[in-house]
């Protein structure tokens, strides 16, 4: 009886020791079969980018970032010719406006980035560009970007120069506003609609509307939002599967608060109408831009890559800048980050710190370059036997 008893204990020692090895065994096998499951293979970065540059977006800070992707990664930008600034813009885009271009007749030459203004006219963009090229734009509430707009092209816009404020010009438009006057209006009313090639003076009829987005929902495959700039950088990096660095920056082309003006809401309710297109185009690609955003993320995911994005640009600004805060003109004693002054515009700029050593002042500098020297910069690294771009105002 008891040998019999003797042999049950044993028995279940022997299987509690089975199950404590099958069950280590399991843990065991568990974290080695995921050491055998090879991680999901990680695609290259994207490298062949067009970035559609609306105006009065923070577009120039995505051409900051663009840029420095293509300097650092050696790849080759389809910049202005000769002595030009923009891509041609305001007329619509053609080929000969890509220095490098104008000579080439059969067009075998494709570049990696597109991204200085221009006025979008797919054809001859698909000419320039690899078939495999990432198309990406950015909106911004038409209220606040004809607002900065007014700012900035007071002098230039012939329907902005005689209205005292955007109040004023938003009361009676048509008083200082000729459709047909010339192409230097087209600040004044859609802006961004004409950007993308469209007609800004035709009327908000709703097929006309319907047709033009399903037409940029075609061919671009990111439309981002600059009222949620950290946000887009985030869904941006993740769709060029880009490193937390490339999309991180210093907010450039920013106006001085003593010249940002504040719209009565009766304007801004006259801001919806008198730019109808602008309004619906903001209207749909900010809602396909929060259902991408949330189709990729959860929540949570989404708080903690902003978080870390805008972690890494106060390391970035505690090493490069004297200051976080961007400065007045007066400030900035560096000519190549003195930013380009316009209109009734206060456009501040970045000092660095001193005493950088020679790699950090490389990457400071380029982050704190305003668009103008930047694309000098480059086009004299991409074209060294051509005359550098010449910038008059820095010459003040
Ligand atoms: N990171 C970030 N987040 C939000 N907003 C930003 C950012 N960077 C630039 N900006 C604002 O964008 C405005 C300048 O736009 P652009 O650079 O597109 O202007 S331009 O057409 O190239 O002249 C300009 O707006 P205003 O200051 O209202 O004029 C900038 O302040």
Same mark, same amino acid.
């Given at each position: 009886?008891?040998?019999?008893?003797?042999?049950?204990?044993?028995?279940?020692?022997?299987?509690?020791?089975?199950?404590?090895?099958?069950?280590?065994?399991?843990?065991?096998?568990?974290?080695?079969?995921?050491?055998?499951?090879?991680?999901?293979?990680?695609?290259?970065?994207?490298?062949?980018?067009?970035?559609?540059?609306?105006?009065?977006?923070?577009?120039?800070?995505?051409?900051?970032?663009?840029?420095?992707?293509?300097?650092?990664?050696?790849?080759?930008?389809?910049?202005?010719?000769?002595?030009?600034?923009?891509?041609?813009?305001?007329?619509?885009?053609?080929?000969?406006?890509?220095?490098?271009?104008?000579?080439?007749?059969?067009?075998?030459?494709?570049?990696?980035?597109?991204?200085?203004?221009?006025?979008?006219?797919?054809?001859?963009?698909?000419?320039?560009?690899?078939?495999?090229?990432?198309?990406?734009?950015?909106?911004?509430?038409?209220?606040?970007?004809?607002?900065?707009?007014?700012?900035?092209?007071?002098?230039?816009?012939?329907?902005?120069?005689?209205?005292?404020?955007?109040?004023?010009?938003?009361?009676?438009?048509?008083?200082?506003?000729?459709?047909?006057?010339?192409?230097?209006?087209?600040?004044?009313?859609?802006?961004?609609?004409?950007?993308?090639?469209?007609?800004?003076?035709?009327?908000?009829?709703?097929?006309?509307?319907?047709?033009?987005?399903?037409?940029?929902?075609?061919?671009? !495959?990111?439309? /981002?939002?600059?009222?949620?700039?950290? #946000?887009?950088?985030?869904? *941006? @990096?993740? +769709?060029? %599967?880009?490193?937390?660095?490339?999309?991180?920056?210093?907010?450039?082309?920013?106006?001085?608060?003593?010249?940002?003006?504040?719209?009565?809401?009766?304007?801004?309710?006259?801001?919806?109408?008198?730019?109808?297109?602008?309004?619906?185009?903001?209207?749909?690609?900010?809602?396909?831009?929060?259902?991408?955003? !949330?189709?990729? /993320?959860?929540?949570?995911?989404?708080? #903690?890559?902003?978080?870390? *994005? @805008?972690? +890494?640009? %106060?390391?970035?600004?505690?090493?490069?800048?004297?200051?976080?805060?961007?400065?007045?003109?007066?400030?900035?004693?560096?000519?190549?980050?003195?930013?380009?002054?316009?209109?009734?515009?206060?456009?501040?700029?970045?000092?660095?710190?001193?005493?950088?050593?020679?790699?950090?002042?490389?990457?400071?500098?380029?982050?704190?370059?305003?668009?103008?020297?930047?694309?000098?910069?480059?086009?004299?690294?991409?074209?060294?036997?051509?005359?550098?771009?010449?910038?008059?105002?820095?010459?003040?």
């Amino acid at each position: 009886m008891s040998i019999l008893r003797g042999t049950q204990r044993s028995f279940q020692v022997a299987l509690w020791f089975l199950v404590l090895a099958v069950f280590l065994l399991v843990v065991f096998l568990h974290v080695d079969f995921r050491l055998l499951i090879p991680d999901k293979v990680q695609e290259p970065p994207v490298t062949n980018i067009m970035f559609l540059k609306t105006h009065k977006t923070a577009s120039s800070t995505i051409l900051n970032i663009l840029y420095r992707f293509s300097e650092s990664h050696n790849l080759s930008t389809a910049l202005p010719e000769g002595s030009r600034v923009h891509l041609g813009y305001p007329w619509l885009f053609v080929t000969r406006y890509v220095e490098g271009l104008k000579q080439d007749a059969h067009l075998q030459h494709h570049f990696n980035i597109m991204c200085n203004h221009l006025r979008f006219n797919y054809p001859e963009v698909q000419k320039v560009m690899p078939r495999d090229t990432f198309y990406f734009s950015i909106l911004r509430n038409p209220v606040f970007q004809l607002e900065s707009s007014f700012i900035y092209y007071k002098d230039y816009a012939p329907a902005f120069q005689r209205a005292k404020s955007l109040d004023e010009f938003l009361a009676d438009p048509w008083k200082y506003y000729k459709a047909s006057v010339s192409l230097e209006n087209v600040y004044a009313k859609n802006n961004m609609w004409f950007d993308f090639g469209f007609d800004n003076n035709a009327p908000a009829d709703k097929d006309y509307v319907r047709k033009c987005l399903a037409e940029v929902e075609q061919r671009f !495959h990111l439309v /981002l939002i600059a009222d949620y700039f950290d #946000e887009s950088m985030v869904l *941006l @990096r993740r +769709r060029l %599967r880009w490193q937390l660095d490339d999309v991180v920056s210093f907010k450039l082309n920013v106006r001085s608060q003593s010249t940002v003006s504040h719209l009565t809401p009766e304007s801004q309710e006259r801001v919806q109408h008198w730019c109808a297109l602008d309004w619906q185009l903001y209207q749909h690609f900010n809602r396909t831009f929060w259902t991408q955003l !949330h189709a990729e /993320l959860s929540p949570r995911q989404l708080t #903690e890559e902003v978080e870390q *994005l @805008r972690e +890494r640009q %106060r390391e970035l600004m505690a090493l490069c800048l004297q200051d976080p805060e961007p400065k007045n003109l007066t400030h900035i004693d560096d000519r190549n980050l003195r930013p380009y002054q316009s209109g009734k515009a206060k456009i501040l700029g970045y000092k660095l710190r001193h005493g950088l050593d020679t790699t950090t002042l490389h990457i400071c500098q380029r982050m704190a370059m305003p668009e103008l020297q930047h694309m000098a910069h480059m086009y004299s690294l991409q074209f060294p036997d051509k005359t550098p771009k010449d910038i008059p105002f820095l010459k003040k």
